[in-house]
């Protein structure tokens, strides 16, 4: 039965449209409140979804009156380099517990996952004294290394999965062929699990982009600071919140995550659902 | 080219609830240099954990094997001088059929000149020399089944491993591929080992058989040789089709003539078979009889014909096949297509008393 245009557009575009306006909802909040004068803010007899007069204020002060791009360096050395570790240490896990088929196999798999489990708030504080002991306290080394902790399971898990899905008899073929395990990997398990790897490395990427608790336990000077930790340490002065350069910041810091997400989209979707078709 | 020699080959695996299962037992066969030979047998009877011991893929628990001269039992696959096809193929999917071809030789380290002229030599001969450029997604099934074995010629090794290559193509296909991997053996004349469930594919591909059950050779032999001579019942109903007719059967001596009767039918032993049944007078024996040794006959003949009522008719073309019950029995008979029957109808079967098959009771071991 073909759907008219009226049925499509009540089961379909609208419920999307719905969709788009609650997701995008905040970005335009934040758009809209970093062009905003203070005192715009803090009128309540003004409409809140429209710029009265539109001002470059909040962005001056953000670039200006803080280090900003300070910060903005410090996330991405960060959140590149603990997603450039975890990757490689989940690759080798994940392939050595998928293939290798040594006795404790499962039980690591399973111990990994475990691993995932233990929340944040409860591994910083041992996490912290680690730290400490290694002198890496508020230096940006204790965020890489601290990073894959939470990284390194959940990338195991979901590689472990991809790999799963390419058939064993592809590598046998390569070793008759006259390929070593290490070359095997690098040239055919590697190619293959390329969707699941950018999906991997999209996610821990953005999660060590917002990762924010132990950012705030293990930084204190403002220059080592990530760009979450920046904003809400600098930004709220005692119990002023400085709304504008605040949102300017939430904005800007949300770019580069959106942008590694829509270049990444299709690679990322096929990662997770972990399909290889022959 | 080589020998390859196997020696008391067994596999044990251990399995997930730790009880020990015995794949392979006690297997030896010796296959000459440039031989073809197949391993058949149903699923699960150790033929394709035999030929992944001979490829390398799986350990062996016990015995030697030998390509050639040389004890490989500790070399690593690469180092085997083998080349397998897999039963999905295991194409690469990510490289052309050019890459995927020219992979071996790489691993190798072949010269650039040297893989270019091996890898259009073996396409021309596969007749895949246009779809050298294209990715395995975008081949049918049988041009991946080309590739699959241009990968292994390339290389030129001492033996083919073929494990079920054909049992993903249509009927047809697996027709024309089982005459051309015919002919590349003669082209190629080196060791094959070839693993297949099918008894068409073992018949006629192979000079040498070797059936399996439960991790046992049951018969090694030429193909004609296991359709007539099969050593137990199991050989006998696996090979041949539609298989043979196996009837629950008395054997007795009356008028210095033996005969071998079940519920509905008395045939007379031939006179040389006898000899050989002295001492099962009066035991309990199975008849085997092939569906091709009935025929429809018009007069009875005392201890040669039988009744037997149709049940269901099935014309093929070249034969008619008929369902039929004799006494409680069930039998199959391949009669002439020119062969008038009516369901239901009450008919005279006669059967070839040369080619009758007798087994003994209990081992199903072959008495003739």
Redesign the interface.
């Known amino acids: 039965m073909h759907e008219s245009f009226w049925q499509k557009l009540l089961k379909f575009y609208l419920p999307l449209a719905l969709f788009i306006l609650f997701l995008l909802f905040p970005f335009y909040w934040m758009f809209n409140t970093s062009l905003k004068p203070m005192k715009e803010l803090y009128n309540l007899k003004l409409n809140p979804f429209y710029i009265h007069s539109p001002t470059l204020d909040n962005i001056k002060t953000l670039f200006f009156d803080t280090i900003f791009f300070r910060w903005m360096y410090n996330t991405f050395f960060v959140a590149i380099l603990s997603t450039v570790i975890s990757l490689g240490a989940s690759l080798l896990a994940a392939y050595a517990i998928q293939r290798l088929k040594f006795k404790t196999s499962g039980p690591t798999g399973l111990a990994i996952f475990f691993g995932y489990l233990i929340p944040p708030t409860i591994l910083f504080i041992p996490l912290a004294t680690i730290i400490f002991d290694l002198r890496l306290w508020d230096s940006l080394w204790s965020l890489v290394l601290t990073y894959p902790t939470f990284l390194i399971p959940f990338c195991t898990w979901l590689l472990m999965g991809y790999f799963k899905s390419i058939?064993k008899?592809?590598e046998?073929?390569?070793?008759?062929?006259?390929?070593?395990r290490l070359?095997v990997f690098w040239?055919?398990v590697i190619?293959?699990c390329l969707p699941g790897i950018f999906s991997a490395g999209i996610f821990a990427f953005t999660l060590s982009w917002n990762e924010f608790l132990y950012a705030l336990a293990f930084i204190s000077t403002t220059e080592s600071k990530t760009v979450p930790i920046g904003l809400v340490t600098e930004l709220v002065r005692g119990d002023v919140y400085h709304w504008g350069p605040l949102m300017t910041g939430a904005l800007l810091a949300s770019v580069p995550v959106a942008l590694v997400y829509s270049f990444f989209v299709e690679h990322y979707v096929a990662g997770l659902t972990g399909a290889?078709?022959? | 080219m080589a020998k390859v020699i196997l020696e008391n080959i067994s596999k044990h695996f251990v399995s997930k609830y730790s009880t020990e299962v015995v794949a392979v037992r006690d297997f030896s066969l010796e296959i000459e240099d440039k031989e073809f030979v197949v391993f058949v047998g149903p699923s699960g009877c150790g033929k394709t954990t035999t030929l992944r011991m001979i490829?390398?893929?799986e350990e062996i628990t016990e015995g030697k094997i030998y390509i050639g001269d040389r004890l490989i039992n500790r070399i690593?696959?690469?180092d085997?001088d083998?080349?397998?096809v897999?039963?999905?193929y295991?194409?690469?999917?990510?490289m052309t059929v050019y890459d995927n071809l020219a992979?071996?030789l790489e691993?190798?380290k072949f010269s650039k000149e040297e893989i270019n002229q091996r890898v259009r030599e073996a396409a021309d001969l596969l007749e895949i020399s246009e779809l050298l450029q294209r990715k395995?997604?975008q081949l049918s099934g049988g041009q991946r089944q080309r590739v699959a074995v241009g990968?292994t010629i390339v290389?030129k090794p001492q033996v083919f491993l073929f494990d079920e290559p054909l049992s993903n193509l249509d009927a047809k296909l697996r027709v024309q591929m089982r005459g051309e991997l015919k002919k590349l053996h003669e082209r190629l004349s080196s060791t094959i080992i070839y693993v297949t469930h099918d008894q068409v594919e073992a018949m006629t591909m192979g000079d040498r058989i070797v059936v399996m059950k439960d991790g046992l050779i049951q018969q090694v032999g030429k193909p004609l040789d296991l359709y007539f001579h099969p050593v137990n019942k199991f050989v006998a109903g696996f090979i041949g089709s539609p298989t043979m007719n196996f009837v629950e059967a008395k054997l007795f001596a009356s008028n210095h003539q033996l005969y071998v009767e079940a519920d509905g039918m008395k045939l007379i032993v031939p006179v040389e078979k006898a000899r050989k049944l002295q001492g099962y007078v009066n035991r309990q024996v199975t008849l085997g009889i092939r569906p091709q040794d009935l025929s429809k006959a018009s007069s009875p003949v005392e201890g040669e014909t039988f009744k037997a009522s149709v049940e269901i008719i099935e014309p093929i073309g070249n034969e008619i096949y008929l369902d039929v019950k004799a006494g409680r029995d069930s039998l199959i008979a391949s009669v002439d297509p020119k062969t008038k029957v009516n369901p239901h109808e009450e008919i005279l079967l006669q059967a070839n008393l040369e080619n009758i098959h007798l087994f003994e009771a209990g081992s199903e071991k072959a008495l003739l």
């Open positions: 058939p008899e592809m046998e073929c390569a070793m008759i062929d006259g390929a070593s070359r040239r055919i190619p293959l290889l078709k022959e | 490829a390398g893929l690593p696959a690469k085997r083998i080349a397998m897999f039963q999905n295991a194409l690469y999917p990510h992979f071996s691993m190798r395995p997604k990968r290389r």
